[in-house]
């Protein structure tokens, strides 16, 4: 007989029955401020779930919190490249600080636009990168009761559900990557959802479409997510219900292509859909991304950046993603873990590949691993909940239950945690809360801002420029890549690298340099003036001016004095702005 548990495991969407859901009643509690009768009544029918739930969150809070703006330091530009284009969003109603070039589709920055509308982040916190990051506290927390819900939902027990959340969260990879403000973590909320709500015990058509739609939710937030449409397919048809099995899949695949295209129709209503002479093309892009980027190589090969940045992840931590990548067998071979085990078996394909792998791809594989850990423990110490066939255990010749070696090698894990990964861990979450290494970045741009003239034109990377526009650097600051690589920016300079003033930046790598010839240039002629942290950043002064009067008219914008930098962001910014 089926328990009432198994129909709606912890924070369940089925209400009591008999519990009306509108009535005098509850428009009186509803006045008085108490909960209605069935929302108190399904409180208090999974009020240890919400215990449990609330714990994790607590927990989990605290350690993303808790010095979230200091660790990691300002190691990778795509953050300020991110809360750039929000900030464009919500001051400019642009899709991008610069020319948007459809490298990524737009709804993962417009959610973190929105919050920091909603919460005014933006004007109320240290720097731009402190008001994504904010984001992402509450990211994770939506994320990780999700991943417990969708524990509870592979009929995990409560301790096994926990574990994942808390493997998750304490994993000073994770926490690392989580934190900062990358696309993937809000792909990662959305697939998660996706799956909670194909898992969902009343296996009704709305959460069918409802499932569909958090996946394209996902996919518009960070395209690769498309990789994991297979595994969401999957739990899809394990959880479908007979009755309406044969509508199922039709209307998931309808819902899903129905939201996704909204992104090619985009374009194309901006004749941007197709490679064309003078505007960008969201063909190009794809192409660009997926066949004409400077691959990363394939995890197999030593000797391939790809290889380098796995090597990277397990310096990190080497547990959690490698006990999850292990046990990837033992998932595809237990029917309730299968979605999740073929979830990270496909992204451990896609590394192998020889394609582009960003930094940040480590993200979607970490929630699957600790779901993954967990599910196999309690697999191991209970047996496969999948079936409810047998009331009693049968006994082993030898006395025990035919689950004892499973208990045992659960037990055996424990130890080894106990004693080797939880004291790792435990220093690498004691430095997340504790070192603050993005003191360099902010020193520099609260240096900039008191010494600089804020009418010269600086060369910076993404981190500092929402910072420097939004502190009145007039004209706009230039982020290093477009000097070289967006013609707008490139034209508008008259004298090339001699029309820059100063450059915020720490040290580029060789491979960079030599692909950037007008920053390299700009940097051989310039003087250090003030330093930030042991080199992390620097502030030059380039030489070598061009005579102060130019020919020619001088191009303006608004906020701006006239002069030829104000041109620098004009062609791009300013033209966009108006769209």
Not at 75 to 90: C, K, L, M, R, S
Not at 207 to 216: R, T
Not at 484 to 508: E, F, K
Request: hydrophobic fraction near 50%; charged fraction near 15%; glycine fraction near 8%.
């Amino acid at each position: 007989m089926t328990s009432r548990l198994d129909l709606a495991p912890d924070l369940g969407t089925r209400r009591p029955a008999g519990v009306a859901v509108r009535g005098p009643r509850h428009a009186r509690a509803r006045r008085h401020g108490r909960l209605p009768a069935w929302a108190a009544a399904w409180a208090a029918s999974h009020r240890r779930g919400l215990l449990v739930v609330g714990g994790l969150l607590l927990i989990a809070g605290v350690t993303h919190g808790r010095g979230m703006d200091g660790w990691p330091g300002r190691v990778n530009d795509d953050e300020g490249t991110y809360v750039a284009q929000a900030w464009a969003v919500q001051h400019w109603h642009t899709l991008a600080h610069y020319t948007y070039w459809y490298d990524h589709p737009p709804f993962g920055w417009i959610q973190i636009a929105a919050y920091t509308w909603a919460t005014h982040a933006f004007e109320r916190t240290a720097t731009a990168v402190t008001a994504g990051r904010e984001a992402m506290l509450w990211v994770k927390l939506a994320s990780c009761a999700l991943l417990y819900l969708l524990a509870r939902r592979l009929r995990l027990g409560r301790p096994a559900a926990a574990a994942a959340v808390l493997l998750w969260s304490l994993s000073p990879l994770a926490l690392a990557v989580q934190r900062m403000v990358f696309l993937d973590n809000l792909g990662v909320m959305w697939v998660l959802a996706a799956l909670v709500l194909a898992a969902s015990p009343r296996r009704s058509l709305l959460a069918v479409a409802g499932s569909a739609a958090c996946l394209a939710a996902a996919i518009l937030s960070k395209e690769t997510a498309a990789v994991l449409l297979p595994a969401v397919a999957l739990l899809l048809w394990q959880y479908r219900d007979q009755r309406t099995s044969s509508f199922s899949l039709p209307l998931f695949a309808a819902v899903l292509a129905l939201l996704v295209v909204l992104y090619p129709l985009y374009a194309a209503l901006k004749n941007e859909l197709f490679e064309g002479p003078g505007h960008v093309s969201l063909l190009w892009a794809i192409k660009w991304q997926l066949f004409d980027r400077p691959p990363s190589g394939s995890l197999l090969d030593p000797h391939s950046d790809a290889r380098a940045l796995a090597r990277s992840w397990l310096d990190t931590d080497p547990w959690l993603l490698g006990a999850g990548v292990s046990l990837t067998a033992v998932g595809l071979a237990v029917r309730r873990l299968r979605a999740v085990a073929l979830a990270l078996a496909i992204q451990v394909v896609m590394l192998c590949r020889n394609g582009y792998v960003p930094y940040a791809y480590v993200t979607a594989m970490l929630p699957f691993a600790a779901l993954l850990v967990a599910g196999a423990a309690d697999t191991a110490w209970n047996g496969n909940r999948n079936h409810h066939r047998h009331r009693h255990e049968r006994r082993s010749p030898a006395g025990l239950p035919p689950n004892a070696a499973g208990r045992a090698a659960v037990v055996a894990a424990l130890a080894l945690g106990t004693i080797v990964v939880a004291p790792q861990w435990s220093h690498g979450i004691s430095q997340a809360m504790t070192v603050d290494r993005s003191a360099p970045e902010r020193d520099a741009t609260a240096w900039a801002t008191r010494h600089l003239p804020h009418d010269k034109l600086l060369l910076v990377d993404d981190n500092a420029w929402t910072d420097l526009v939004a502190r009145g650097f007039r004209p706009y600051p230039i982020w290093f890549y477009k000097l070289d690589l967006d013609p707008a920016v490139r034209n508008s300079l008259r004298h090339g690298w001699r029309d820059i003033d100063y450059i915020m930046l720490g040290p580029l790598a060789p491979n960079t340099l030599h692909d950037l010839p007008l920053v390299n240039a700009a940097l051989q002629h310039s003087r250090i003036v003030a330093s930030f942290g042991n080199g992390e950043i620097t502030i030059r002064q380039v030489l070598g001016h061009p005579p102060a009067q130019h020919e020619g008219g001088t191009p303006t914008g608004p906020d701006h004095a006239g002069g030829i930098r104000a041109a620098v962001t004009v062609g791009t910014v300013l033209r966009f702005s108006t769209d």
